[in-house]
């Protein structure tokens, strides 16, 4: 079997932040938080009772998981109660995964961190945003800049493996705001970055405000100047631009990520969560599972069909074989290790006959087609990816 993956969601916050569209909530109990943690456990002892029924699995009647992700709403919102789950998911991962728990540095002490080392945790990310208190004003965050340094360095005194989250294009950033902050965020020695321009996403407060002109959002221009600005400081300063929204140093990439980036298995569980599994079907399966938290986990099953079609779960069943060239094309061309056209060429049967635009792009050096046939997006243009990727799949024609 491939690698696999094991995401575990955890939905609650102690506040909403304006901008986040994720599956979370503020308004819980601490019995509902109790439930939903034991809900969790208990999903993930019904996929692994029905592990032989996924192809290619061939002997093992356990999984070994290859990374594991916590991620939110709030992971950091829990500490000893962690303990249980993680011991059965330790029993069933690789001794060198990657074991991640995102965390709000206003949750960070001594203490947490080694409570979350004992239990297995190897990578914490960590949701900075912004090193300027005039962007964590702006993003409704909780924290201040001076927890979020501190918690940086508590973290890495104990689990040295470290990503910071930033966000870029909040109202009133400056260039020199921007340049401040990815410099901090260097000298801080997190050992990953992950920078995300602001998104106005769904229903959130941001997007509402922006839709009744009370919000501008920054334009195009100039969040593409950050972007261009993240990527020399960042790569100056050692860091590999492994995807467009995510730098590593050397030996630091990010596992789990890299899953979702190169069509990798991974199993999801908790409220709203999306799983995929390569292993199901040609060209495997997506699903999502039930978005209210409240409800998430009914009656166990004891067939993987039955617990992947559970109640109100969605199931992508239809997903054919341009679909997944699309899905391949966009992601991996993002990405510094490209796409492999024998690969896809091997798995969908078309064949890669480059149109006119891509032709260009290959002359114009924006693109690179390496001797294995493995093709590169020059990083630049990796913000602006859609309209490269839409050509590159459709270069893909059947034989
Ligand atoms: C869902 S949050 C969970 C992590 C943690 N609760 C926190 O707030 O730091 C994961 C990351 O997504 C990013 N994010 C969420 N919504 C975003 C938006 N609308 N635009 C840009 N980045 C966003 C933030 O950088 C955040 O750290
Ligand atoms: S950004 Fe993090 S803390 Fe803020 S609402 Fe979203 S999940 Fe919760």
Redesign the pocket.
Known sequence: MHPIGLYLHLPF?SRI?H????VKSALYTEEQKTFYLLSLESLLDDYLNVWKEIPGTGNESKPAFYSVFW????PSLVTHELRPIMQKILAVTSPTAEITL?A?PEHITRESVAIWADAGINRISL?V?SFHTAGLKALTREHTTEQALKAIDVVRERIPNCNV?L?YGWPGQTDADWIEDLKTLVKSGATHA?L????F?GSTPFARRLARGKMTAIDDDRLYGFYETACKILEKSGYIHEEVSNWALPDREARHNGLYWYGGSYLALGAGAHSYLEELGPYGLRWQQNGNWRTFVPESSSTLQGIITRKYNEIDADRDGEAWIMETVSSGLRTWKGISLPEIEAKSGYRFEPRPLIKEALERGLMRLDAERRLFLSELEWFRETRWSLEAALSFALS
């Open positions: 916050c932040c901008y986040c569209d994720f991620g939110g709403g709030t995102e709000n949701g945003q989250d966000i992950s995300y321009n602001l998104t996403e």
